[in-house]
Nanobody
Framework: QVQLVESGGGVVQAGGSLRLSCAAS????????MGWYRQAPGKQRDLVAS???????NYADSVNGRFTISRNNANNTVYLQMNSLKVEDTAVYYC?????????WGQGTQVTVSS
């Protein structure tokens, strides 16, 4: 069992920055890829960025160049640095982790970008 807790969401003006954190606890050993997804009202949940245990990152085209995902395997935390935020980035952001081929999800944190 893995528990994921997100933090760092909030309201920010367009062009601003936020840094999201996701702390994993429970059965930590064996966690592989971790990532961030987001879901706007009435929309599907889409991948924003993912990162392997070794640090290889992938990004959605919509955030590539603006967001940076990173992880600290020592404290079991994954981060999402979001710069140059746009109104279109407004969504609930969810942390995801995979352990032994099983997915785990955080409760989500709201990110609102105002114009």
């Amino acid at each position: 069992q893995v528990q994921l807790v997100e933090s760092g969401g909030g309201v920010v003006q367009a062009g601003g920055s936020l840094r999201l954190s996701c702390a994993a606890s429970g059965s930590i050993v064996g966690i592989g890829v971790m990532g961030w997804y987001r879901q706007a009202p009435g929309k599907q949940r889409d991948l924003v960025a993912s990162i392997s245990h070794g640090g290889t990152a992938n990004y959605a085209d919509s955030v590539n160049g603006r967001f940076t995902i990173s992880r600290n395997n020592a404290n079991n935390t994954v981060y999402l640095q979001m710069n140059s935020l746009k109104v279109e980035d407004t969504a609930v952001y969810y942390c995801n982790a995979s352990r032994l081929s099983r997915p785990y999800w955080g409760q989500g944190t709201q990110v609102t970008v105002s114009s």
